[in-house]
């Protein structure tokens, strides 16, 4: 019966054999929670309901549940995860005594908000106000990848709160995601007390404002609940089903009690409650399975899936060519969207924030448009959306400038590091390079931000060619990559008479590139990479022969291309935070070896000012002329 699909009818049979099963649920829930002392039992039970019935209907099951045409089934209030582990192991995913005994153990999959480790779990997610994004996030990669199914995405009332919630019914509305069911547990109470008396919403209205249909139900009825979704799957917009539902509902000394939202029972509680639901108290039975629990390291790793991506091999910009990083990035993702128009090629989907002219997705989205992805200015969202699209099918691409892409959005990006996404965010306008723009976009931050992130890697490219290669690698690597660049035109790198990072050149993460050779280190990277080349023929001119190394992945740069010049300082170049940038990675890594050599920092030390990039650079003594004085002056 699991499967069958809301195109159907739902029988009396059905309705009982859902009755039975939530009184099962409800138990497991209360048994977790009090196990564990800790949890959410009162939006666990208000939700169960829903999930009961969803699941039972939805073309998702322990057979198709990595199927690519499977239904996706989001839950954004992920601290509802007693309700969502039962709601799974009552229909076959995995044990439920395994939920039970190991909820909110120490090593255990089980965790206090649900993980996308757990088989049926589409998103890990905890952050309120996500899960909405993740949603729209899949069912874009699906109308990109030609995939035919529905997503279901559940959230609390209290998060509704959330500006990003506005950002994805929004979204969802502008492009007709009419495959979009989701559902509110309307309980109308939150951590604080009623919702209404925490914060003002009108949750009805405001998802009608903004284009969805909106069905108020009894989220406790299971025949209303499914004529709900039946009916709404034949509508045109996305649906909102507003489920009215009772807090704890199911156990009387709880019901409507905002303290149980994150409040577990008592031992003496639990009897008590059990009995009412007319279920065995067997707490002991988990107890002694909780302590027999062995930890399994391999069983908190995440797949990522594999792409066939495409793009021009042999391109080049030559000796004769200035053009900015950003116009390689746009050339690049043009190829890579042109490439997967074949059969066999993995689809790609490029997620924008009205910044196509300025980020050059503007091709793609002129002659792909299919491919090319519009979110407004709407970056929470979008970088949300695009990290949920990376496993759904496509590769995905967010670009946007740096203060956006990588500082606005840290804890969206820090749930895509989590949940293993392989999206790959590309930001322009990077560092002093924006200039004009003043300090509010200068983003100073872009390694340091990201070095919190476990699983990020950051390529920050010399030249327009190394910039080309490197989009190019992250698109057919798995994981979530970085590619941060400035807003500036630069010349082409020229080593033996030739573009460096021309023809035959080939992008490795962590590569060092010696530019040129001397007798002691300019360690640098992006837009910087010219100007240390102007420092090195400054020195050159006094008779100081300085090697320019190219860290362009400052944050896993290959130590073995400093050997030779640890003997003297290293001096580290960069428009970045100079305490948090690649001084800070050498640092680190040398200091790991015992012998570090003195490093000589030109960085960024405070917000700059608003002015053409040369005229930043001099005002902050990081223009050439200044640091070759400076770096003459040290050796002295």
Known sequence: MA???????ITQADVKELADTARLCRG?????????????????????????????????????????????IYVSHGHTSPAVYSALARNGFFNIDDAISQFRLAGSIYE?????????????????????????GAAMAGEIAGEDFNVYCFMGDGEQQKGQQAEARRFAAMHGLNNITAFIDYNKLQISGNIEDVMYQNIKDDYTADGWFVITVDGHDYEKLFTAIKYGQKLEQPVLILAETVMSKGVSFMENIHGYHGKPLTEEQ???????????????KYKALRADFKFCSSCHELDIPEVKVGYDKDKEYGLDVKTDCRSAFGDAIYDIVKASQADGMTPVAVFDCDLASSVKTDKVEKEYPDNFVQTGIQEHHA?????????????????DFGVFGVDEVYNQQRLNDINCASLKTVTTHIGIDVGEDGK?????????????????????????????????????????????????KLATIEKDGKPMFGKGYTFKYGQVDVIKDGDFAIATYGSMTARA????????????????????????????AFEKYTDKPV????????????AATLANRFSEDGDAPRIVRFGVRGYAYSGTPDAVFKLLGLDPETVAAEIEAELK
């Open 28 to 72: 497991d829930i209360l048994k977790m929670t009090s196990l564990a002392a800790s949890g959410h039992p009162g939006g666990s039970m208000s939700s169960i309901d829903m999930y009961l019935t969803v699941y039972k209907f939805a073309n998702i099951s322990p057979e198709n549940f990595k199927s690519s045409s499977r239904d996706r």
């Open 533 to 560: 080349l102007k420092v090195a023929e400054l020195l050159k001119a006094k008779g100081i022969n300085a090697a320019v190394l190219n860290c362009s992945c400052p944050l896993h740069p290959d130590m073995e």
């Open 571 to 582: 001096f580290v170049y960069e428009d970045h935070n100079e305490f948090t940038g690649l």
């Open 383 to 399: 970088c949300v959306a695009a990290g949920a699209a990376s496993v759904n099918g496509v590769v995905s691409f967010f670009a």
């Open 3 to 9: 499967g069958m699909g809301f195109d159907t009818d």
């Open 112 to 136: 206090g908000h649900i993980e996308r480790m757990v088989n049926g779990v589409e998103w890990t997610t905890g952050n309120l106000g996500q899960g909405l994004s993740a949603a729209c």
């Open 440 to 488: 509010t976009h200068q983003c100073i931050d872009y390694v340091g931000t990201m070095r919190n992130l476990f699983g990020f890697r950051v390529i920050i490219p010399a030249d327009p060619n190394q910039t080309y290669k490197a989009v190019c690698f992250a698109a057919e690597n798995p994981g979530n990559f970085l590619v941060g660049m400035g807003r500036s």
């Open 270 to 284: 639990l009897d008590k409650a059990l009995a009412e639901l007319g279920l065995e108290n067997d707490l002991a």
